[in-house]
């Protein structure tokens, strides 16, 4: 076999999972945010995410409090996109012997920040030495309100409303302006340093009928909405037009010399939410949306019968998000 | 402050977890095996257990399925330790993006066959890229047996007999054997390629009132047995000749020219457990363990009222256990 970088983050994760042994308690296993499991009488919702130092974050444009923050809000973003509940996180630290301790000290006042911001508990973890750089690794336990079920990747429906909550690729330009050394679009900056999980979004959205599929956006829209494609198996057309763009954006993508669409299609680790709608709901439970929580929710597309794919301006989507082994875009 | 060595394990978790929040859901948080925690109308117990190339194991002489058995099985020893059934397991793997695949799919292959054969569930996990090397973190989830109460490492009492679970020291002796490219023990060498998770024993044990703390050998006795004693208030007296040695530890100790008690003592990694038990209930529980598994089951000590502390012979035993951050004994 060739190296991960031909095999891809997802065909590596396939290639993995094949053939893992399964039970009747797992109620949906890999493949979605999270895994959906029975337990002590209920479904208990599990995932986990992991950040490496000099891959996923550094130190030189991000202080450790912003680093614990996102690891934190990654993992309870999981949970977000399932509509469920986040209860508690553990977490695992490695790093090496000669890390500073004020450094790790900063780290978990992060991850104390963002699990006290949402009412979550941290129930344990490990720490490990690595023999250079720290990484955490968080997992996520959460549960499904009474009566409420979960928002799989695979509920999406023909004819289905696209949605998105937010400004998708704000991260996205937060890093760059980060890694210019450029600290004027604040909002960008913290979209990128202090990513907002919509938990009590999602967790509203799983209590209407209409929301069918979800998920959140840590690869990039086309990426993350591919997904819905694949495991909903339609055909998903948005519109460059219909992307929501801050002014901020807009401002800020004029100084890369890109076009802002292509952070709004393509940046990760926003941790907003998708969602496929109902069409005849769909217009109805936006106002209700936006009456309800201070955050843009717009229409991008719509899902279609037909392959499974995802297709810009009738256009097919390459992979735009962020593989984490693919070298190529 | 000075670096982690200074510290150590132990005094950096406390370092980081003062001050998290907690909340009313957590029945037990960071500082036991297991986090338990209210979910779904039951007691769900977490964990996570994490491996890190070159620190934890080493791809010269071990296979990649024994790690991945191994990080499965010392996840789920934590579930053991409290005395719950295992459900569940969250995979996270870092490798380098020119990690040979079909290494990868061996741990995976290794991780499979413990499972399976605990009649654990893979749920889900993550993957992510790392600049060298390789790492696991499995996060575990289990319950406890109706009516049934986990068994903590603060609930040993004055009087207690200290009972453990197998041939402890095995691991370290196999390890040695490895190290050496001498593959003549084979039990030794299985002790620590194969451990085996007591969870079975686990739950029995967690079915007797007279089972009162619990933890599973991971540092090794000394220093596991001091988490009881400092937990529980207790002041917990070894003998030397009652440690349980096994033949084979016997004759291949010789080869190391250290004491076998040394390895039995500090040898870490075995995941046997070690129990405290009601001294008027303990023999008559040992007659029926001994009766249901196939499996050694020893009286090593006693806890008595006193200064925390584990002695051996009457004297104070160090921190023979092995400590992730520091560099001395």
Same sequence: chains 1, 2.
């Avoid at 499904?144 to 999406?156: K, L, Q, V, Y």
């Amino acid at each position: 076999m060739s190296g991960l970088d031909a095999l891809g983050e997802f065909g590596l994760i396939k290639a993995l999972t094949d053939g893992l042994p399964e039970t009747s308690r797992l109620l949906c296993g890999p493949g979605d945010d999270c895994a959906v499991v029975q337990l002590g009488g209920g479904q208990v919702l599990l995932s986990c995410d992991a950040m490496v130092e000099g891959i996923h974050f550094g130190r030189d444009w991000m202080s450790p409090e912003d680093i614990g923050w996102k690891a934190g809000a990654a993992a309870l973003s999981d949970i977000a996109a399932m509509g469920g509940v986040a209860r508690c996180i553990l977490v695992t630290l490695g790093c090496a012997s000669d890390t500073d301790p004020v450094f790790l000290k900063g780290l978990y006042a992060g991850i104390a920040a963002v699990v006290s911001e949402y009412g979550v508990a941290v129930a344990g973890g490990d720490t490990v030495r690595t023999r250079e750089g720290v990484f955490l690794d968080v997992a996520v336990v959460g549960e499904m309100e009474d009566g409420i079920t979960p928002r799989h990747r695979s509920n999406a429906r023909p004819g289905d409303i696209i949605a998105v909550t937010g400004c998708p690729g704000s991260a996205a330009l937060g890093l760059h302006a980060l890694e210019q050394g450029d600290i004027t679009p604040a909002t960008l900056i913290e979209a990128h340093t202090r990513p907002r999980p919509r938990l009590a979004e999602g967790a509203w959205l799983a209590r209407e009928s209409a929301a069918h599929a979800m998920i959140d956006i840590s690869d990039g829209i086309a990426s993350d909405l591919g997904h819905i494609a694949e495991r909903s198996s339609v055909h998903i057309e948005i519109e460059t037009a219909a992307l929501p763009v801050s002014p901020e954006m807009r401002v800020y993508a004029k100084k890369t010399g890109r076009a802002v669409e292509a952070f709004a299609l393509g940046g990760g680790e926003d941790y907003e939410l998708v969602v496929t709608l109902a069409a005849d709901e769909a217009t109805a439970l936006r106002e209700r949306f936006v009456a309800t929580f201070d955050l843009p929710f717009s229409f991008i597309g719509v899902a279609q019968p037909g392959a499974a794919g995802v297709f810009l301006d009738g256009k097919p989507v390459g992979r735009q998000g962020y593989d984490h082994f693919s070298t190529g875009k």
